[in-house]
């Protein structure tokens, strides 16, 4: 019984708890990491543009600005933004696509309710899309009772101001599992493998000479061709021939 409780809960060791991380290391090489960039963001853009034709997240996202700063420059009216004001931007965005409310802010900013009011109004005059859709996206769950995600999947949702969140996570977690079984495909007849899933990333244990080969491969597997045909989707890659904690951005000079 200690030991399955160990083994249960490796997605939620926190990012700084690096000792435990530590205790993590190849079987063969070298770990890989390939984790989906800023997917639940993406996928709103996505849903954007299919439920309203609401293109400016996607447009943003494209030209290589950062969403969470953007936000934050609309709710405090500034032409550039500290650190903290961006994750007061990124906190809403996050907010609303989780279906959270003023209570949510209040709870996550530690701020007044009157606070929190003034910053979701600031977001919605900042993102006037996000309200058109999440009522696009009530009216249809009155109208036929479910939601029909990127992936085709029905999706029945009790609570109608949690149907954008609903399509967001399910077509996160749909196209997650498309990823591993084609990653999966992909490894067959290699020495690399899937040791570990981690929310939105994949973690191989590889051999070293096959290292370029899965770098190049690996992110197509994970994209999916109906979203990317209208919000691009990208893989980050990180490795560590070491351990688990010690894992850095790849670098491709290395070993070609």
């Not at 390939?34 to 447009?59: H, P, Q, W």
């Not at 999706?155 to 399509?167: C, E, I, M, Q, Y």
Request: proline letters at 3%; one cysteine or more; aromatic letters at 8%.
């Amino acid at each position: 019984m200690l030991f399955r409780s160990a083994v249960l809960n490796v997605q939620n060791i926190p990012r700084t708890q690096k000792d435990v991380k530590r205790a993590f290391v190849p079987k063969l090489d070298a770990f890989l990491f390939f984790d989906y960039k800023a997917i639940e963001v993406r996928l709103l853009a996505y849903y954007l543009i299919r439920g309203i034709g609401d293109e400016s997240l996607r447009d943003e996202i494209v030209a290589g600005l950062d969403p969470h700063v953007e936000t934050a420059k609309g709710i405090f009216g500034k032409s550039s933004v500290t650190d903290e004001e961006r994750q007061i931007g990124k906190t809403l965005n996050f907010s609303i696509i989780y279906g959270g409310g003023t209570p949510t802010i209040m709870r996550q900013l530690g701020v007044t309710y009157q606070e929190a009011k003034e910053l979701l109004r600031g977001y919605h005059k900042t993102r006037p899309g996000i309200a058109t859709l999440r009522d696009t996206v009530d009216s249809v769950l009155q109208e036929r009772g479910y939601l029909i995600n990127s992936h085709g999947r029905r999706l029945r949702v009790t609570d109608s101001h949690k149907g954008l969140n609903a399509l967001i996570q399910g077509s996160a977690a749909d196209l997650m599992r498309s990823a591993i079984l084609e990653v999966s495909d992909a490894l067959s007849g290699y020495s690399s493998h899937i040791v570990n899933v981690i929310h939105d990333e994949i973690m191989i244990d590889a051999s070293i000479d096959e290292v370029p080969f899965l770098i190049s491969e690996i992110p197509d597997k994970m994209t999916d061709d109906t979203i990317s045909a209208i919000m691009p989707i990208e893989v980050d890659c990180e490795w560590s021939t070491t351990n688990w904690a010690e894992k850095k951005e790849y670098d491709s000079v290395v070993y070609t």
